[in-house]
């Protein structure tokens, strides 16, 4: 939906329009660099160098399940615990907290699926300089070095990671607020005094930016840590940012930055703070990927270097060939505004590895209902029943399949969410049931924001109950957002959100029902006359600040409303939630998008990399708006979004109100055509989809993945051509999608990887080899999609109007044979929309292809489902022409099918065979 | 419209008496394609195959004819007979997906779906609806020929004014001519210096190039400039700029850019028009939107300061009274003769049947708005509870389909929108009896949707009466 307060305040509208309205750009004015941040600016001023922090090694203690120590800042004798733990699948967790601070500093809760079980330490050795530990069985140490204290983690000769090596490491303990005599202490006073408290610094006790101010009673207590990665050359993650996949080094800007912002018309290409944020960085090169999660909730900065950052693409090249360079090395350093030092540093090797090291932790994308995978039709805003009716009608007119239909903010009575317009919406229900009726489905948008009305039932109980969230002087915060003056709901206390949870029963929210689903937008949260369009940092949240919390404000939002879909269907169904913002954990609550975008050619770009960043990081439900939020798109953009979003996890067109309409018949039967062929092809391939989604929900592995994933070992792949995974992406294992971005594209080059992979184009059936950049003629019609040699694809041919409709169809499978004349490949079939998976009611076959025989073997056996789907027909990608083809099924009949084959492309169809998808069968090529 | 479906729907009932066996999904008219027993070719001629699998559920032909009953062929339609309704098409995806599509449930013969017969139900209200329809549609002709015949008068009547106006302005000549005649006799020595003058200030008026063959010319700027009581912001000073605008920034306009100029000057112009033209244009004043207070502005009095002729001044005394009258007096008279020409210019449709319209306003009051049409005018929103109005859009354009092009008025260049295009009506007219706006809505953003019902758009009713009571009985 929207982002701003456009029609809200008429000042900001005149001064926007003529400040903005010629550059069309994000107002960075309203959004703080590093230097107008007080901890961030102290943090970065500090330079690498000798660490003033010594390791008590005196103070260890070694249980079977940590280590405990003491360190000492030598410059004010401020001690601080650390801890360190073994953590199950290869991972090493340190803790670093004060040893007594003056007040409990925030640990995040709720993000972390459990307490991480752990795996048993032993001291290796000891002297006075350090401790060597074994990290479990393999040959990983851990070497904690006491003067000064740093911490490197080494397998067998190779160091993987180091703590603190740079010296960064800094906890800003808290203390007494000195009287305002204090405050004229002077440098050198305090560095003749070691002892002495440090200087009093600007923005240490309150803050103000633009006309904000921020009371920082607590005074400053920011920390900070450096991570030294050797043989790394690039880092990804820590998302959002509209940046490209792999981070740049930050020594010439700001640094990245995490705090959840409501961005009017952001820009692209820079580390500037989105609506969400996953600390968690990975570190890739050929041997190893490993990662780093920093559980903190508060304001954060990171920085990235790397000594290979100046070189040339020729001077990497010349080290590759002379093999003679320094080791390549990225330094990270992360600044949080307050909270804990908790990191989890998970080891890999593989990518595979640490994705499911993260997703051990923060668990695993939850599993959608089918539906939302079809195509969700949204525009702020469709404007009553009948305009939702028309639209809908519109669909089948034009014969184009969709899915969900979506309302934004204006189908409220007034902006007070859980109710309708009285007039536009008068009677719900019906047009639920209008949809129902033809198995499609509505997302109602319901934000956190409430609005202060003594009439609104939503905002009395919430009063009434003390649920808002807490000005600095005790009363409830107010802020301005959609509704004029609303107060949010604290969704960090568990009564709330239980409450909240319960607001979505169909006896309490007036005109919902079961295919009836949740969209929270404006979440980070959004106060438009708050500083940065956020919240005070000084509201208080029962014993914590605002400061301590924000960036997990949306993730809690998300996770009750969540809940509350869960508990009205008695926990039988899946729910289905939108979120703008985000933390880590996110995942487990439903989609995401990439907010309020433009109708321009790069962020159609740009979503790629966002979303794939998203997904290395475990949230892999991610889309952005198709066709462009603000502006309006050109035809030829309109086409080559659907096209791209097609192949996207979330697929969902959406605009703003100011814009022309644009569903997908409103630009010539041409280009309904084109339109309708790339929904289509996101139908045909639903079965597929859905299996990645399950597949990422039982491992953690994205399903939009970048290339440098999928063929790691391909290590010039790695070495020279990074810049291919900016404008590449990839579904699942075995779809290559390089859509089309250009604008007047006659052609695209897209990177086949694989040195002995083939490629069939999936519209054509073209063979292509891998390890080649390959040269792909374009029309408007064209969506370059390739399937790996060597993979099975289940695919739904029979599109219908909806998902739903299409629930009982036969399936076609496409194999594509590699070189070896070989290919595997699952399917999974469940109900598409209860829990009912979890007490194993699916199905769950294994397809494999080899020595000439196809054939299906359950990968569940204990698993029970029953569907009525069969399989209709079988595509051979790169096959042979058989003399005959014998099905046999499980009670032993042999029959012969029939098959036709196209000598030109090797395609070899067989016709029929019939069997029932969740059958035991073999199909024989002679 | 209605005729045809009506016509279709009553062969379709009595045709449907007769089973005739083919394959599931086949119409009538393909009937001799699918023969059972025979190899089926598929209808694009591109393969045969056997007829045991036509309908098998496995698409073997490219353009989908061998599954004309099942869901198998992507691009396949299915037939629906619809016994009692019209028979329909539907792509073969809606075949057996739990939704009932054809009223005679036959697309939903292996999904589990309850779907309900509903045909005759449907043929009935139809029927009913049609012939309320066609109720409608006959009355609103009726009225319609009277709109066209009154059209008719009424464009006469203008015609003759028109002329009326023509030969006042020969008059005008003459007496043009016969100043000239005693300026040239009675102030021979200052001839050329004269001749130059009256060539200016006729120039001004529009009357420079007189003569039999060119009685009139259209207003220009400067003209209009001259009549400070057209100022529209009323500030004692007419400037170049403002009669630019209104004369929509065209020094000389053409009749169309008149238009919106005349929308503007239109009630200033009728009143002064009155105290110079004895029998004032037909335009009706009590039906225009009266504009807040601007007409009190202007009181009889403050008007006749005749023209700032500069030259005025250095010229000799022997002005005369007529000359003095003539000016005004003429340029009113062109004005006239222009706003006549405006009027008679507008599309009032094939037979000026839309004529009636013509300055005339309806409302439409919905919970939160006042919406106003004002045919071959604009298009207006006021909120309900105070506040200032908005204009959606000032007549373009007749924008139907070709073949119906007096089915949807385009009304553009209304008041912008912040980030937004221009504010802009649509308006459907249906044919009804009365003449009446039935609905607003605003699809896009300041894109607005108006319904409008007015007997000028309805087709003569084909005779059915007796087709009607024939069929029923079948």
Do not use: L, V
């Given at each position: 939906m929207a982002s701003f307060t456009e029609r809200m305040v008429p000042v900001l509208v005149l001064w926007l329009a003529v400040c903005l309205a010629e550059t069309w750009a994000v107002d960075r004015g309203n959004f703080k660099t590093c230097d107008q941040s007080a901890f961030c600016k102290r943090q970065r001023a500090l330079k690498p160098g000798e660490s003033p922090y010594r390791a008590l090694l005196e103070t260890m203690e070694l249980t079977n399940t940590r280590l405990t120590l003491q360190l000492i800042n030598d410059n004010n004798k401020v001690r601080l615990l650390l801890e360190l733990y073994r953590l199950q699948g290869n991972i090493t967790r340190v803790k670093i907290n004060e040893l007594k601070p003056l007040k409990p500093r925030y640990e995040v809760p709720d993000v972390l699926i459990r307490e991480p079980p752990t795996e048993p330490l032993s001291l290796l050795s000891q002297d006075e300089n350090g401790v060597v530990l074994s990290l479990g069985s393999e040959s990983q140490r851990v070497i904690i070095s006491a003067r000064p204290f740093r911490l490197d983690i080494m397998e067998g000769s190779d160091v993987l990671m180091s703590l603190n090596s740079r010296g960064l490491l800094t906890f800003e303990h808290l203390r007494m607020r000195k009287d305002t005599f204090s405050y004229k202490v002077t440098s050198t006073v305090a560095s003749t005094t070691k002892e002495e408290e440090e200087k009093v610094e600007d923005g240490m006790w309150e803050e103000t930016f633009k006309s904000h101010s921020d009371s920082k009673p607590n005074g400053p207590s920011a920390i900070s840590l450096d991570f030294s990665l050797p043989g790394v050359e690039h880092v990804y993650g820590i998302p959002e940012h509209a940046d490209t996949l792999r981070l740049k080094t930050t020594e010439n800007g700001d640094p990245y930055r995490l705090y959840n912002l409501d961005v009017f018309q952001y820009e692209l290409y820079n580390p500037m703070a989105l609506y969400g944020a996953v600390p968690v960085m990975l570190a890739h090169n050929t041997q190893r990927t490993t990662g780093i999660f920093w559980l903190n909730a508060a304001e954060t900065w990171v920085d990235i270097s790397s000594n290979t950052a100046g070189k040339t693409v020729f001077g990497k090249m010349l080290d590759y060939v002379q093999g003679s360079s320094e080791t390549p090395q990225t330094d990270v350093r992360w600044i949080s505004e307050s909270g804990i030092i908790d990191v989890f540093l998970m080891l890999g090797p593989t990518p595979k590895d640490v994705f499911s090291q993260y997703a051990s932790l923060t668990g695993t994308q939850s599993f959608p209902p089918l539906a939302s995978l079809g195509y969700h039709q949204c525009r702020w805003n469709y404007n009553d029943q009948e305009d939702v009716q028309s639209v809908d009608a519109g669909f089948d007119e034009h014969d184009i399949p969709y899915d969900f239909i979506w309302l934004d903010i204006e189908h409220t009575d007034g902006k007070r969410y859980f109710t309708w317009d009285p007039h536009k919406f008068a009677t719900p229900k019906e047009m639920l049931q209008g949809l129902m009726d033809k198995k499609r489905k509505l997302v109602a948008i319901v934000d956190p924001h409430i609005k202060v009305d003594s009439n609104y039932k939503i905002h009395n109980e919430i009063r009434s109950k003390g649920f808002y969230i807490k000005n600095k002087d005790g009363g409830d915060y107010e802020g301005w957002c959609w509704p004029g003056s609303a107060s949010y709901p604290d969704f960090f206390r568990a009564d709330m959100r239980a409450w909240w949870a319960s607001m979505f029963a169909y006896d309490q929210y007036e005109g919902s029902m079961e295919n009836m689903y949740t969209w929270n937008d404006m979440n980070e949260p959004s106060v438009f006359n708050g500083p940065e369009v956020t919240m005070h940092k000084d509201t208080v949240h029962g014993a914590w600040e605002h400061r301590d919390v924000h960036n997990l404000y949306g993730f809690y939002v998300q996770m009750a409303t969540a809940e509350g879909l869960i508990q009205r269907s008695g926990g039988i169904e899946r729910p289905f939630v939108l979120t703008r913002a985000f933390f880590a954990g996110s995942q487990r609550y439903g989609a995401v998008w990439t907010g309020d975008n433009a109708a321009e050619w790069d962020h159609l770009k740009i979503s790629i990399p966002m979303c794939l960043s998203l997904g290395l990081v475990g949230i892999s439900f991610c889309g952005a708006d198709v066709g462009g939020f603000f502006k309006s798109p050109s035809t030829e953009l309109l086409v080559r979004w659907y096209q791209t979003g097609a192949y996207q996890p979330f697929f969902r067109a959406h605009a703003h109100l100011d814009t022309p309409r644009r569903e997908p018949w409103l630009f010539g039967p041409e280009n309904t055509a084109l339109i309708r062929e790339a929904v289509r092809q996101r139908y045909t391939l639903l079965p597929y989809w859905y299996q990645q989604f399950y597949h990422a929900h039982r491992t953690g592995e994205p399903i939009m993945r970048p290339l440098i994933q999928l063929f790691r070992k391909g290590r010039h792949v790695l070495k020279l051509s990074v810049p291919l995974m900016f404008f590449n992406s990839a579904a699942g294992r075995d779809l290559l999608v390089h859509p089309v971005t250009e604008e007047g594209a006659r052609g695209v080059t897209a990177y086949l990887p694989g040195k002995d992979t083939v490629w069939f184009d999936i519209h054509t059936f073209q063979k292509h080899n891998g390890a080649q950049n390959l040269y792909i003629p374009v029309t408007m019609s064209s969506i370059p999609v390739f399937q790996r040699g060597g993979s099975i694809i289940p695919r739904k041919v029979r599109v219908r109007r909806s998902s739903t409709c299409m629930e009982h169809d036969p399936y076609t499978l496409y194999v594509a044979l590699n070189l070896q004349r070989t290919a595997e490949g699952e399917l999974y079939i469940d109900d598409g929309h209860t829990f009912n998976y979890e007490k194993k009611e699916f199905i769950h076959r294994r397809l494999s292809f080899a020595k000439n025989i196809l054939s299906s073997v359950n990968l569940a056996p204990d698993a029970q489902f029953t569907t009525r789907s069969w399989i209709e027909r079988v595509v051979i990608l790169g096959a042979s022409k058989p003399s005959k083809v014998t099905l046999q099924t499980a009670d032993g009949q042999d029959s012969q099918l029939e098959f036709d084959f196209d000598a030109s492309m090797s395609v070899l169809t067989l016709r029929k065979p019939g069997m029932n998808a969740g059958a035991d069968w073999t199909v024989m090529l002679q | 419209m209605s005729c045809q479906y009506l016509l279709l729907l009553l062969l379709s009932v009595g045709v449907s008496a007769v089973e005739v066996h083919r394959p599931r999904g086949v119409p009538l008219s393909k009937r001799q394609f699918y023969e059972e027993d025979k190899p089926f070719t598929c209808l694009d001629g591109s393969r045969t195959i056997p007829f045991d699998r036509v309908n098998d559920d496995y698409c073997d032909c490219q353009d989908g004819s061998d599954e004309p009953g099942t869901a198998a062929c992507p691009n396949g339609s299915f037939h629906c007979t619809n016994a009692g309704f019209r028979p329909a098409f539907i792509p073969s995806s809606r075949i057996n997906d739990g939704i009932c599509d054809c009223c005679d449930t036959?697309?939903?013969?292996?999904?589990?779906a309850s779907c309900q017969n509903t045909c005759r139900d449907l043929g009935r209200k139809e029927r009913e609806s049609l012939l309320k329809m066609a109720e409608i549609a006959k009355e609103g002709f009726q009225l319609k020929q009277q709109l066209i015949h009154e059209a008719k008068s009424g464009l006469e009547d203008k015609k003759l004014k028109l002329s009326e106006v023509q030969s006042s302005k020969k008059d005008l000549e003459s007496k043009v001519e016969a100043l000239r005649t005693v300026k040239e006799t009675a102030e021979q020595p200052e001839k050329e210096a004269k001749e130059r003058h009256m060539q200016a200030w006729e120039g001004k008026l529009g009357f420079e190039s007189i003569s039999p063959s060119t009685v009139c010319k259209d207003v220009s700027v400067a003209e209009l400039m001259s009549h400070s009581e057209l100022d529209p912001d009323s500030d004692s000073s007419f400037t170049e700029a403002e009669a630019q605008v209104l004369m929509g920034g065209v020094d000389k306009v053409d009749l169309a850019a008149f238009g919106a100029v005349w929308n503007n000057i239109k009630e200033k112009y009728l009143s002064e028009v009155r105290t110079y033209i004895p029998a004032p244009v037909e335009t009706a004043q009590e039906e225009t939107p009266v504009s807040d207070n601007d007409s009190d502005q202007y009181p009889e009095d403050d008007i006749p300061e005749e023209e700032e002729e500069e030259d005025e001044d250095d010229e000799d005394d022997d002005q005369d009274e007529s000359d003095y009258k003539v000016r005004p007096l003429s340029f009113f008279i062109t004005l006239g003769w222009t706003v006549l020409k405006f009027e008679i210019s507008f599309d009032f449709g094939p037979s000026a049947e839309f004529g009636y319209l013509y300055s005339q306003c309806y409302e439409l009051t919905t919970s939160e708005y006042i919406y106003r049409l004002c045919p071959f005018n604009r298009v207006s929103q006021k909120p309900k509870y105070g506040g200032s109005e908005t204009n959606l859009g000032t007549w373009g354009k007749w924008a139907g389909p070709e073949d119906n092009i007096y089915s949807v008025m385009k009304y553009e260049h209304g008041t912008g929108c912040w980030q937004g295009p221009n504010r802009s009506t649509t308006v459907k007219l249906t044919c009804g009896k009365e003449t009446v706006v039935t609905s607003t809505s605003e699809p896009s953003r300041c894109e607005y949707l108006m319904e409008f019902i007015t007997p000028a758009v309805c087709q003569e009713p084909a005779n059915l009466d007796s087709d009607l009571h024939e069929h029923e009985e079948l």
């Open positions: - | 036959t697309d939903e013969y292996n999904s589990g």
